[in-house]
């Protein structure tokens, strides 16, 4: 029994093999996490803020002010039509509304990324004259 225990080999023979195993595991785990963020922040949404409007806004004019930001070289689409933001990813643009509830649907991306979306309400009253008569007085 004593020369069987003898013969087995000590886990202290195998140290060198076994650390040599354990960094490189460790390794491989770093950099394959650091190439895992690498991908998640490569393919994220660009952010997107609209300043303005507000959702769920009421108003009486025909006609609103879009204004925000986006990541600089992203495409943004504002209601399915192509846009163009400035080399800094501001944007700023007029929009003509209908009476009622309209909805304005901005979308931002980069080559590879997912969309970013944004989705605001605006309720439009019939207080003000319509566009073609506005249009005819100035």
């Known amino acids: 029994m004593v020369i069987h225990h003898l013969l087995q080999p000590s ?26 963020y690498r ?7 660009p952010p997107l803020v609209l300043a303005s ?12 002010t879009i204004h925000g930001t986006t990541a600089p070289g992203a495409s943004l689409s504002i209601n399915g039509r192509a846009f163009v933001p400035d080399a800094a990813g501001n944007f700023t643009t007029d929009l003509v509304l209908v009476p009622g509830v309209n909805t304005i649907e901005l979308e931002s991306r980069t080559t590879h990324s997912r969309p970013a979306r944004v989705i605001r309400r605006i309720r439009v009253t019939s207080a003000e004259a319509p566009l073609a008569q506005r249009v005819d007085s100035r």
Not at 15 to 35: D, E, K, M, N, Q
């Open 39 to 45: 991908i998640m922040a490569f393919v994220q949404p």
């Open 11 to 36: 886990l202290l023979d195998d140290f060198p093999t076994r650390l040599r195993r354990a960094a490189i595991s460790g390794v491989l785990l770093l950099v394959l996490g650091v190439l895992g």
């Open 53 to 64: 409007p507000q959702d769920q806004l009421s108003t009486s004019s025909r006609v609103i």
